[in-house]
């Protein structure tokens, strides 16, 4: 008898290994990184009979090894750091429930973990080396406000589980060199305020990054105005939906090619290259805008302008062009006979500024919908004949400083303004000093509340043709 059991234990004893090495297999596949290692011993199970568990040991051990090369390799990202001499302050932010997937190395000491994210005044720091384990989802605000951060340098980013970038980079204000070749974007949707406030930063070469499910990229490179050199030619933006401040103050910027932009989508481009002063041309033909309802202040502040092609934009949807065109100096001819302004509301301050422009056809230009005018041609000082006659004012209800400072202006035809409903005619035609002669016939005052200084420092010379009363403040002359 006892010499029949010794083998039927032995048996037993394999098998209880057996059923051990299952249950140490069924917890590795717990694990989300290991799960491809499980499904290939089982694979090999399908393919041969597993007699002893040396054997499942062994192999298990093997796929271990593998693991860690495979986390090494593809879970970990390594960041480094240089800070600038003799500034301190915060390095990164990390959130509480983050904390233990961030390691924080100084000066390549990588025995020794420190847990603090800011440096002190006391700290001998040239080198910081950051390792952020594969849970991290988010970098969102990673470095925001980090001033004293001179150099980063991704060395390792293979993973693509990253989801959230939104002003990651945010006001790195002494931030100068930025490496992000290893940089992977594949499953990014949210960049907003990416690099915003970067004002150090001079060149940015991003032309790896994967931007096909980014949605959103308002702020993306406002404030960077030391930034010379942008190169973005491979961005995919088929899904971006908001494009609002994107170039916001890139004051340096001298050239900016967008001919592979794709915008389709996109609804909002306020602001989108506001006070880019530097910036002599700029082509927009390939724009696809039927979907936008939003531009206003778009080309703000571009005060070096010279060419401007707007020649596919579709505007059929675009609701608001207030100072669409403000401050546009150096613009001297704008051809905008392709826009489509049914739908607009608000045109106030739409070209004032625009100091060179000689001359502006707006005879197709659908006003009905407009009941913002105010400072719509404001300071246009070099325009010197205006035809509006085709515009529809009947819901205007601001014409305050519509044509103040229009100085050159000799010839104005207004004829067929309605004015039933406007409420503020003040400064509307203050310092138009070439002026001789003004037809006002068709002017219904009635529902005016300021008429100050209509005709302020218009030149004694002009005659006005009007039929209702205007009031004595309409004529005080404006003293600066």
Known sequence: MDSKDAPTKEKEEEQ?????SDNLLKNIKSNFILKKFFDYIHKKRRLETIRYNKTIQKRINININDYKDYSEK???????????????????NIKKEDEEYYHIYYNDNKREQIK????????KVSKINIIIDYQVKSFYKLFFNCHCIESICF?????????????????????????????NTNNVTYMNSLFSGCSSLKELNINNFNTNNVTDMRYMFSGCSSLKKLIINNFNNNNVRDMSYMFHGCLSLKELNLNNFNTNNVTNMSWMF???????????????????????NMFRGCSSLNELYLNNFNTNNVRDMSGMFIGCTSLKELNINNFNTNNVTDMSC????????NELNLNNFNTKNVTNMSCMFHGCSTLKELNLNSFNTNHVAYMGWMFDSCSSLKELKI???NTDNVRDMSNMFRGCSSLKELNLNNFNTKNVRDMRYMFGNCSNELKIKHKTKLKEEAFEYYWD
């Open 16 to 20: 209880s290994k057996l059923i051990n």
């Open 74 to 92: 593809y879970s970990l990202i390594e960041i480094e750091i240089k800070p600038m001499k003799n500034k301190y302050g915060r390095c990164i």
């Open 116 to 123: 603090s994210t800011s440096l002190n005044k006391n700290d």
């Open 155 to 183: 060395k390792k980013f293979y993973r693509n589980n990253i989801t959230n970038m939104c002003g990651m980079f945010y006001k790195c204000s002494s931030l100068k060199e930025l490496n992000l070749n290893n940089f």
């Open 274 to 296: 506001d006070c880019c002063s530097s910036l002599k041309e700029l082509n927009l033909n390939n724009f696809n805008t039927n979907n936008v309802r939003d531009m206003s």
């Open 350 to 357: 739409m070209f004032h500024g625009c100091l060179s422009l």
């Open 415 to 417: 004829n067929n303004f």
